[in-house]
């Protein structure tokens, strides 16, 4: 966000602190650098005046440090566009060395848009040794300027480039260089004769400007154009490789989720700082496989390298888990190479170890997004991780992944009601929802937050017109029908809840199962000891393992919620599995203390 500076003096030492970021700058010499030898018997409280000044426009006392051996500028990584333009020339000019011109060019033209003008900070006076700070990034940018168009020919770009050719060769009709590469241009365009003239045109103006006859490379362009070289001509098509473009289609009617996304989104484009790695854990039908694909699509053009995806089937109902070698052959084929795969022999599984070095090698450096959804646990996700700091990975798991090294762990949790009716309104059409507005509100707060049960219930108006959305509110209004009423197709809210539930050892089950015979949705630590009959440490254990398991999240000091569905689900668990007897007990202990009656009594009641 552009910031008010008032005094030339204070822009000028703003521009010094830029330019020297991280590096104290001693007083004496940003005297010298704001007044030189004219200072003023003022000129010290002048400076002092003018750091709190831009402290204040800055936002923060800490922005400008006062130390022994000078004022320091910090700033966070990535926050500076010189700092940026820097890295992303490096990465350019890399890039065309290693001839991916493709990645070159998308390098170098994000570092050129960085300027806002045609010369550092142009119109500011600068002392002396910030104006050869400013050289510097001049004639950076010409040479970045030089390898983007060079990025462009090699791409077959000729056509488009010729209205920015004739620009800078009027900017700079000196340049060689650039009236070589517009003669190539033009010639491969068709234009031998416009090609000649240019050449014409640049002898006359070297021989008027400096008395010299054009240079060797120049000359021999000249030479080539003459004598229709065909090493001019563009190949028949250039052979540029296509980045991985795999993402899913982005899920329609995507509603809410403002923060989530904002935060995502912070995660996998920030230049550096951030984690390589980013965990979506959640409920079942939670919605986490929607925001990933959602905000992938987002950031997609800040990875040209590709955009990789792979489903682990690590919760997929009647669907093995994918092996991690499995994954990485994918993945290999994906960015052009099989070399593990042929090692290995057909039909025969990849090396893991050998599979995952050589995606490491190829992933090296560029950027590239990875979306590995529903993932198993750690160790399915841990050798599949690029080692590449350019490189960005987004998985999404039911259970929370935190073993993985450099990772930052968001759990998502269930939407507000407000935005459950907004998803339901987008999926059903406005005017069905606006012609039932109660029953709508009245299914959207019976889905409880849950994007997946949304979607069914929706799903389930659209493919019977004549349901009214009455009607479907008063079958999920009855609790014993509501998770039968929650499923079309292939989809089933309680089918999911069923992987992640399967996934428990007998103790935590028994306890998840006893859950569901509170009326209530909340739990203390002591309430589901005196329920489940165990001793309040190891019930706390237990009460953790579920909402590891994503089937219980916390809501305060020693305190658990369940899930509105979730609590349905395991009642109907504890009538399938559970003893009347046993869930007599349970019920008795609940209301009595963690003993349990003699068998008599708790069949009686």
Partial sequence: MPIALGRRKQRVLLAALLLNTGKAIPSRRMLDWLWGERAPATAESNLYTYISALRKVLGSPSRIEAGSHGYVLRVTPGEVDVTLFEELAAQGQRALSAGR???????????????????????LPLPAPLRCEAARLERLRATVVDASLEARLALGRHGEMLADLETLTRRDPLNERLRAQHMLALYRCGRRADALAVFHRARSTLAAEVGLDPGPDLARMHERILA??????????VAARRAPAELPMAPAAFTGRAAEVARLRTMLTSVSGASPVSAITGTAGAGKSALAVHVSHQVAGRFPDGRLYVDLHGSTPGVAPLHPADVLARLLRSLGDDTALRSAGPGRRPDLDEAAARFRSLTDGRHLLLLLDNARDAAQ?????P???TCRVLVTARRMLTSLDA?????????????????LTRLIGEERAAAEPRPARTIARLCAGLPLAVRIAAARLIARPGLSLGALAARLAAEDRRLSELQTDDQAVRASFMLSYRGLDPESGRMFRLLGLLDGTTVSVGAAADLAGRSEPHAADLLDRLTDAQLLETCGHDRYRVHDLLRLFARERAGEEDTEEERAQAAWRARHGRHAPPACTAATG
Wanted: no cysteine; aromatic share 6%; net charge negative.
């Fill in 387 to 389: 080692a590449s700091p």
């Fill in 101 to 123: 011109h493709d990645v070159a060019l998308e390098r170098l033209s994000r570092a050129l848009g960085l300027w806002r003008g045609e010369s550092v900070l142009e119109d």
């Fill in 407 to 423: 990772a930052s762990h968001f759990r998502l949790g269930f939407m507000a009601e407000e935005e459950t009716f907004m998803l």
């Fill in 228 to 237: 229709d070289d065909p090493r001019l001509t563009p190949p028949a098509a």
């Fill in 381 to 385: 996700v841990r050798p599949l991780l």
